[in-house]
């Protein structure tokens, strides 16, 4: 397997090759290789799996600073999930790396989607050990993070854009409208009212307009699902 | 609240000491005072469990070689989890320095362990924020990694010192013998057999003696629960 042309390809530099090749490094390979001293990807991948959990959680806590601890959980447990690191796997073509036994090889084992999230996870944990975790937060930077910013994760907890995007094919119009302002000035809650073609379909109380509206947004959703 | 004192106790300097002060900044004291532009310490807690999930998963990796990623999972799961943060936070003496509101101090809330374990992830996250990964993890090497040494965790992950408590206890003793080297030299497992006054309790196959040992331990105790 050319692990030099995945290097170049990923803008990789591993001091310790022998790391990189465990990362691909199936059990069922090891199995059929037992001679030769090799160690699977799995206690990598226990570690890339701590790395990715705080380089995820350090760019929602720097990029969404009005999410709650609530909205920020769920976000990352949606992005450092099977479905997602399986993607993210695909799209760096990390299935073709992956050293297979040969009875997990004819059984279809390549594009089992966790054989393809665990490689991914122990790839990132194997430049966290051979370079640090800076060099493993620029990986993070070129192929995790670039695909929470389209929303294709935050999509889920926005609730006025996907309202939005609901009523819109409909051909109908969201508007919103802070409704009454409650509390003295230093203590102030706002109340918003979100319109689906100028009828109320929801309400929502909040610290902040934004605040206000994303509930309010999140009530009439709930009421357009029932 | 003296954090000063705060952090001379804790070997802590922080450049910002707002971070410090948020960390143990309850939502209910926050509530309480709306006008005062503070923030609780909910997002911190975000950041710091993923900083402490980070530095308990490489102190693991690197201090014991011999486990596997799944031993390694339910290991870390035990050290980052509710009981044992509300224990680290108890020993450094963190529930006085909770900023609680009237209703929640009144209810009793400063000597809820939700509370106590929340505050610690804060601190390690307002650590981290404030001072980076690598003082996080002196600090991590303070108070928590003692802690995993003793085998408080590992303990249960050993079933060999295990069966050796519960079989002494009853003033037995705990043998073992290798039974059987099993395929070609290159690719050897070893049987173990363990033996309770001689008697054999249970078998255990694995690469190493010891992985086998361990495994023929873990039938016994199985075998004594039942």
Not at 71 to 82: F, G
Not at 123 to 133: C, E, N, R, S, V
Not at 148 to 167: C, N, R
Request: proline residues 2%; glycine residues 8%; negative net charge.
């Amino acid at each position: 397997m050319d692990f030099k042309q995945f290097q170049k390809d990923h803008e990789l530099h591993f001091n310790d090759e022998k790391l990189l090749k465990q990362a691909f490094m199936h059990t069922s390979y090891v199995n059929e290789h037992r001679g030769e001293n090799l160690e699977d990807n799995e206690r990598l991948e226990f570690l890339g799996d701590a790395v990715l959990e705080l380089g995820v959680s350090q760019y929602l806590f720097r990029n969404y600073q009005e999410m709650s601890e609530g909205e920020l959980t769920k976000l990352r447990a949606n992005i450092v999930c099977e479905p997602s690191l399986e993607n993210f796997a695909r799209k760096n073509n990390l299935g073709k790396y992956v050293l297979l036994g040969k009875g997990e090889e004819a059984s279809g084992g390549r594009k089992r989607p966790a054989l393809l999230a665990d490689a991914f996870e122990a790839l990132i944990g194997a430049i966290y050990l051979d370079q640090g975790f800076d060099q493993a937060l620029q990986f993070l930077d070129r192929v995790v993070f670039p695909e929470i910013e389209p929303g294709a994760f935050s999509h889920a907890m926005d609730y006025k854009t996907q309202l939005q995007e609901i009523v819109q094919q409909q051909g109908g119009k969201v508007t919103y409208r802070i409704l009454e302002e409650i509390g003295p000035a230093h203590n102030r809650d706002f109340l918003a009212g979100v319109f689906i073609n100028e009828e109320k379909h929801g309400e929502g109380q909040g610290r902040t307009k934004k605040e206000a509206e994303q509930r309010a947004a999140n009530q009439a959703m709930n009421q357009l699902k029932n």
